[in-house]
């Protein structure tokens, strides 16, 4: 296993060792015992094409406490700026013998497309609406710690799931293990007919219908970005429609627990208050296990490569 495009390429049991040894990070992590050599003499390159706080970061601390040297390009400052199309990108920077790059571009298949040219490990970080694998592993990871077992839970997934990688990677993931999901979002916000077939997706149109007896309820943002349309709700339609508020839960499971990717958008996808106080949600946890299971990441290719 060279690199980390999607969740498709990896197996269950390969899914299982990842999340075990993000375990031992995400406790080593709380400690003041949390740096490791494993990966000196190293080299990591961030290569950021699209805007990113979480993902960015936690690559960034995964790699040095793992002892490895990150280098971060400034796309801004880049020759990207001059116009080097990402092949020349790619195969100038393979040129310089990093060990790994990290990858977030905006068009799908980007980060297979720098795999196929570089000789480091890839790790994808986000491309287009295609895939965000880490993101996947670490949900996978945060839902585990509170519900070991995934077969059966119901797992409610609201938003812009149609521009969404990570909706698609943690799909992907979470039926393979079994979750029943269903999806909320407005009509043209939805996958197509094809792809909801395909994981046996169940849709519902209201929030408060569809998180009856869920055990997980996960908002995603709309992802302005990715929409050329214009018959999108606006703000204030979407969170009288959309938005997750406090006295909604009382149909979900009395142990459901609320997540979201981030960057959250406060009051349009949840209530204020739910963000800030509620014992529910998890959403600072899926950062701290977004640093643990790069790390994990990290150390599974780096061990494939001894091997
Ligand atoms: N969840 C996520 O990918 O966040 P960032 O865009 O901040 O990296």
């Given amino acids: 296993m060279k690199d980390l495009i999607d969740i498709a390429s990896l197996t269950n049991q390969q899914i299982k060792d990842i999340i075990t040894l993000a375990g031992k990070y995400y406790k080593s992590n709380k400690t003041t015992d949390k740096t490791y050599d494993l990966l000196k003499g190293k080299e990591v390159i961030n290569l950021f094409f699209e805007n990113s706080t979480r993902t960015t970061l936690s690559f960034e ?7 490895a040297t990150v280098v971060n390009l400034n796309l801004e400052q880049s020759s990207v700026k001059k116009g080097e ?54 949900d996978l990871a945060v839902i585990m710690q509170h519900k070991p077992n995934i077969n059966g839970l119901k797992i409610v997934i609201c938003g812009d799931i149609k521009h969404s990688r990570v909706a698609r990677s943690d799909i992907e993931i979470l039926t393979r293990f079994g ?37 997980v309820i ?35 499971k009395p142990n459901c627990i609320i997540m979201h990717p981030g960057p959250v958008n406060r009051g349009i996808e949840i209530e204020q ?30 061990n494939c490569n001894i091997v």
Avoid: W
């Avoid at 992802?223 to 703000?235: F, L, V």
């Avoid at 106080?277 to 599974?300: F, H, P, W």
């Fill in 218 to 252: 996960m908002l995603l943002r709309i992802q302005h970005e990715r929409i050329d349309a214009t018959n999108i709700p606006s703000k204030e339609e979407y969170y009288n429609q959309y938005g997750l508020k406090a006295n909604m839960l009382n149909t979900a």
């Fill in 179 to 215: 979750a029943n999901i269903t999806l909320i979002a407005p009509p043209n916000l939805l996958p197509d007919a094809d792809y909801i077939k395909q994981y046996n997706l169940t849709t519902d149109s209201n929030l408060q219908n569809g998180i009856k007896d869920a055990d």
């Fill in 85 to 138: 199309c990402l092949d020349d990108t790619i195969t100038t920077i393979s040129a310089m013998s990093p060990d790994f790059i990290v990858v977030r571009h905006g068009t799908n298949g980007a980060a297979r497309q720098v795999a196929q040219l570089a000789h480091s490990h890839v790790i994808n970080a986000g491309d287009g609406n295609n895939a965000h694998p880490t993101q996947a592993l670490l």
């Fill in 61 to 67: 601390l995964a790699s040095k406490r793992l002892g």
């Fill in 273 to 302: 208050s739910l963000i800030d106080s509620s014992n529910k949600t998890v959403i600072l946890q899926q950062v701290e296990m977004g640093v643990a299971i790069r790390m994990a990441v990290l150390e599974y290719l780096h």
